[in-house]
């Protein structure tokens, strides 16, 4: 049976006297990869804080694995198993790939497995050629890598990532969405992203969002070529 790994119950979020989530409803089962879209100022961002502990809500319930997590902060969050890329960079510019990679994984792990996770995680994520560089010296998708080889470090059941292809080269995106196909055998993924050319590539379920609530949950195909999404998307009234 597939297990619901995470569940929101009207989660709202208030900030005076706007509204930025609204009775938000969300499930999201064990192995599944959702996408989270909307136009500007829809809520996604505000939602995912409220995953992330980052923001806690003004009403409503986080739950995760069947604990209710509303209240949590990020770093219980992070240690109960689920890995979490905001858009604040958390790699460490100063040393290599492998010792960013090695210092998320023992978190979890003893120094020697941490050293083979490091050795794993850098093969999985095609980083060999620059394991020994310094991040602050490589490209911007390769740090884009490194920040999601902080997140396999930790081996999570449950994936966050927020707007994991930004700003990358086409060639970056599509390495990108193989590791994140790749996460997905183990781990059940959530992503805010912008680029549609990255959903529509990832061809995944797809989660609209539009003034603070869900406006459709659906398979990209079908969210794509839906009348009212369009409109929101040209800003016209949905
Ligand atoms: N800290 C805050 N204080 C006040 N209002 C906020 C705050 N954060 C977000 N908002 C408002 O909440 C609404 C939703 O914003 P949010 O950033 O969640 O949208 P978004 O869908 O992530 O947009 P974008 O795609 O531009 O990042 C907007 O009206 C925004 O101005």
Redesign the pocket.
């Known amino acids: 049976m597939t297990e619901t790994v995470l569940e929101t119950i009207g989660l709202t979020m208030k ?2 006297g ?1 509204t ?2 609204d009775n938000v409803d969300f499930e999201l089962k064990s192995q599944e990869l959702r996408c989270l879209i ?12 409220c995953l992330t502990g980052l923001l806690r809500p003004s009403l409503g319930t986080v739950t995760m694995k069947n604990e209710e997590t509303t209240n949590w902060d990020t770093h219980s969050i992070t240690s109960f198993g689920v890995g979490i890329k905001t858009q604040v960079p958390s790699v460490m510019d100063g040393i290599s790939v492998r010792e960013n990679i090695w210092l998320a994984a023992r978190r979890f792990v003893s120094t020697n497995r941490a050293n083979d996770k490091a050795t794993e995680v850098i093969e999985r994520l095609s980083l060999e050629d620059v394991a020994n560089t310094e991040v602050g010296r490589l490209a911007h998708g390769e740090r884009q890598r490194v920040e999601l080889g902080i997140v396999a470090a930790g081996d999570p059941w449950l994936v966050l990532l927020d707007e994991p292809a930004a700003g990358m080269t086409s060639h970056d995106v599509d390495q990108m969405i193989e590791i994140i196909h790749e996460m997905k055998q183990t781990a059940a993924i959530v992503i ?1 992203e ?1 680029d549609m050319q990255f959903i529509r590539t990832i061809a995944t379920n797809v989660t609209v ?1 539009h003034q ?1 609530r869900v406006l459709m949950d659906d398979h990209v195909d079908a969210v794509m070529s839906n009348e009212t999404v369009r409109n929101v998307y040209l800003g016209k009234k949905a």
């Open positions: 900030f005076g706007v930025a989530c909307g136009p500007n100022g829809a809520g996604k961002s505000t939602f995912f804080k805010v912008h969002f603070g």
